[in-house]
Every structure is written in structure tokens, then in C-alpha cells.
T-cell receptor
Framework: DAKTTQPPSMDCAEGRAANLPCNHS???????VYWYRQIHSQGPQYIIH???NNETNEMASLIITEDRKSSTLILPHATLRDTAVYYC???????????FGKGTTLSVSS | EAGVTQSPTHLIKTRGQQATLRCSPI?????VYWYQQALGLGLQFLLW???????NRGNFPPRFSGRQFPNYSSELNVNALELEDSALYLC???????????????FGEGSRLTVL
């Protein structure tokens, strides 16, 4: 599965949109982009995934560039409870288990 | 609907002992995954079981082993405990049927193992 690169940390003001980038320049055509987050001392939580189209659910939006080399997770109105480590993972649909990298620590402040 | 449940929540052992951790997946889920999260090392993939079979294994020594039972619950055994085995052990479950993606996992809250 392709390697992903994320900034180690980001800050966001409460109520603002949080845009978390992920680079996956070696992603192959059958690899999905998954996003998870882990709030301190809890198990990771699935957020969203996509292949090549933009996706939206009740938690977030996922924007994937046309060449699929990068993506952005958007939390439209960040709250203090969104403070967490966010992981971007590339995974083949029928491939191996999820392999987590270091992720991005998002700090939302008032 | 109950989520993934893990037991015990906390476990304290001494070096050289054995630890057994248990996981009950969400009803209907057939796959169980185990991850280790040691301080400062992030989430490390340990084991993946589906339909009672080991599907994949991470880069861990053989003293880390597990199994999946006919009811899809699972246990993780760690033999000959070492100090660096102290970590949060997370279990996740998923369903690999048509229409589901293998990357959508549901995690439990973990079992914290402390080795003294």
C-alpha cells in the first residue's frame, strides 16, 4: 500500500474549517484513501474514505485531487472535541490490514 | 447495538509472565484486528483474523499470538512478557462481505497492559 505523508501538527480556531492535507503521490489505481482520528486515550474512529470522487458525510468532507496524488480532509466547523490525531491511510480494498502512520495532531482552540 | 468490547481494561503483569487479552467484535462482524500502541511508537499492526483464520501478521515476535473462536471473538496472548510490551492493545472488527470495505474498522477502547 502507498505511503502517505502528513504534517505533524496543525492548529485551528473553534468554529473555523480545519483542512488537513495528505500526500500520497505513489498511490495506485485500486487504493482507497481512508481517514481516521484518535482522540486521546480512545480507540481510533473511522471518519471517511474515497477512491477518486469527493466524498461527504456527517463528520467531514474528503477532497481528492484529480491525479489522486493528494487529498484534504475538511472539518467544516471545528469544535474543541475535534482535537485529535488524524490519520490518512492508503489501502487496497482487499489488501492487508490498515497500517497507521504518525498522523497529524490537530489542536482546536477557543 | 454494542460496540467492540475488550477485557480487561487494565492488566498488570511482571516480566516473564503471560498476558491474555480478549475481544468481542460487533455482532455480525467476522474480522478481528489487534494493534499495539506503545508510548511514543504510534499504532502498530499486530494480527488480523477472519473466519477463524490468521490472515495477516505484523512485524512482531512469535511470543505474540492469538486466535479467533467460532463466535468470532478473539484473544491475544503475549508470552514471556518484556518491559517494552507495556502498551495499549486495541482490538477492531469489521465485516468483509460484499459492499463493505476492508478499511472501515470499528475499534474498542483498548486494554492497557503494564509490565513491571
Amino acid at each position: 500500500d502507498a505511503k502517505t505523508t502528513q504534517p505533524p501538527s496543525m492548529d485551528c480556531a473553534e468554529g473555523r474549517a480545519a483542512n488537513l492535507p495528505c500526500n500520497h503521490s505513489t498511490i495506485s489505481g485500486n487504493e482507497y484513501v481512508y481517514w481516521y482520528r484518535q482522540i486521546h486515550s480512545q480507540g481510533p474512529q473511522y471518519i471517511i474514505h474515497g477512491l477518486k470522487n469527493n466524498e461527504t458525510n456527517e463528520m467531514a468532507s474528503l477532497i481528492i485531487t484529480e491525479d489522486r496524488k493528494s487529498s484534504t480532509l475538511i472539518l467544516p466547523h471545528a469544535t474543541l472535541r475535534d482535537t485529535a490525531v488524524y490519520y490518512c491511510i492508503a489501502l487496497r480494498e482487499a489488501g492487508t490490514a490498515l497500517i497507521f502512520g504518525k498522523g497529524t495532531t490537530l489542536s482546536v482552540s477557543s | 447495538e454494542a460496540g467492540v468490547t475488550q477485557s480487561p481494561t487494565h492488566l498488570i503483569k511482571t516480566r516473564g509472565q503471560q498476558a491474555t487479552l480478549r475481544c468481542s467484535p460487533i455482532s455480525g462482524h467476522t474480522s478481528v484486528y489487534w494493534y499495539q500502541q506503545a508510548l511514543g511508537l504510534g499504532l502498530q499492526f499486530l494480527l488480523w483474523y477472519d473466519e477463524g483464520e490468521e490472515r495477516n501478521r505484523g512485524n512482531f515476535p512469535p511470543r505474540f499470538s492469538g486466535r479467533q473462536f467460532p463466535n468470532y471473538s478473539s484473544e491475544l496472548n503475549v508470552n514471556a512478557l518484556e518491559l517494552e510490551d507495556s502498551a495499549l492493545y486495541l482490538c477492531a472488527s469489521s465485516f468483509l462481505g460484499a459492499g463493505w470495505h476492508t478499511g472501515e474498522l470499528f475499534f474498542g477502547e483498548g486494554s492497557r497492559l503494564t509490565v513491571l
